[in-house]
């Protein structure tokens, strides 16, 4: 309740901290040409990736068994799922194909939609429940720092090649 609040914060913040990160990397790539415009794209992608993972397997779970409402819940996971699948098409395409920055304004049109829904609405009701925000923010960050080091040692293919090989076990 009331007294958790300054605990909420570590958690609600750093998510908050993200979201401004990766609207200012939308804008810089608007302002980008070429080369650059790949690159901040890149990054953007990949800050989305660790970010949507944090919500999905930890913060999500946590929220959903301490507030009721299943709805904002449900919709908030359908726009991370439509975020993984222009993710995946982006991955495919070099930065200059055309089709490319059409995709990754849709892209940045339904994140920036998507940030406003959890900031306005999400988060505030969450700030307001019982979740064990100290033992939340522990597994938060630990986790935040192994999916870091996974991306800067290239996560991407490491992740695409786990993936093959336990469904090849089955
Ligand atoms: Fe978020
Ligand atoms: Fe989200």
Redesign the pocket.
Known sequence: MAQDNAIASGVVDM?KE??TKVKELFEQFESAQGRERGQIAATAIQELEI??AL?EKLIYPAIREEIDEDDLMNEAVEEHHVVHLLIRELKKLKASDPTFQAKFMVLSELVKH??EE?EGNVLPKAEESDIDWQSLEEMVLKRREALMSKASSGGRSARSSSNRRSKSKK
């Open positions: 998510l993200d979201h970010h949507a919500e998507h940030i959890e």
